[in-house]
């Protein structure tokens, strides 16, 4: 791949199929058949946990609820006081990639301030790898070591997954 070149990973059937796959290991794991609290980080997380959400509710009978999380805490925890009351949900938080961790990391640690379940799960659309902060993609659409000149982009338009793309410096 020369530099400036740019790589569709995925087109909309792709995503589609690694989302059915995730959505179907998220409700094996599932085991309490618990409801799932689904937190979708900014605009591209929210969108991989829209349609997690869609493939999700006839399987657990619309006991899946769809959170749009950002990292400022004050944006988030009105929805996280009314999870944290809750017994014996199933949170997963839900990003398009995961690079170094840090988002997923400053995630985790806004939900834990509010939410004490058991256990806390992560899913995302693309793990990269490199990771600098101790953080595991326990469900996720693609497997991708990249070089850290490359930059993956997951294409989102109308809060619809369109595409993920790998571009080259």
Do not use: C, W
């Amino acid at each position: 791949m020369s530099s400036g070149s740019e790589l569709v990973l995925m087109n909309r059937d792709r995503i589609s199929r690694s989302l059915n796959r995730m959505a179907h290991e998220i409700a094996e794991h599932n085991v309490d058949d618990a409801p799932i609290d689904l937190f979708g980080i900014g605009e591209r997380g929210y969108a991989v946990a829209k349609a997690l959400e869609d493939i999700l509710n006839p399987i657990f009978n619309d006991k899946v609820r769809l959170s749009h999380f950002t990292l400022k805490e004050k944006n988030s925890h009105h929805t996280l006081e009314e999870i944290e009351s809750q017994k014996n949900h199933y949170p997963v938080i839900v990003d398009d990639v995961i690079f170094s961790g840090e988002t997923m990391f400053q995630a985790l640690k806004i939900i834990s301030n509010y939410v004490k379940p058991s256990e806390i799960h992560t899913a995302v659309l693309i793990d990269r790898g490199h990771r600098k902060f101790p953080i595991k993609a326990e469900f996720y659409g693609m497997e991708l070591p990249t070089k850290l000149d490359e930059h993956v982009a997951v294409v989102v338009e109308n809060q619809q997954l369109q595409n993920v793309k790998l571009t080259k410096y």
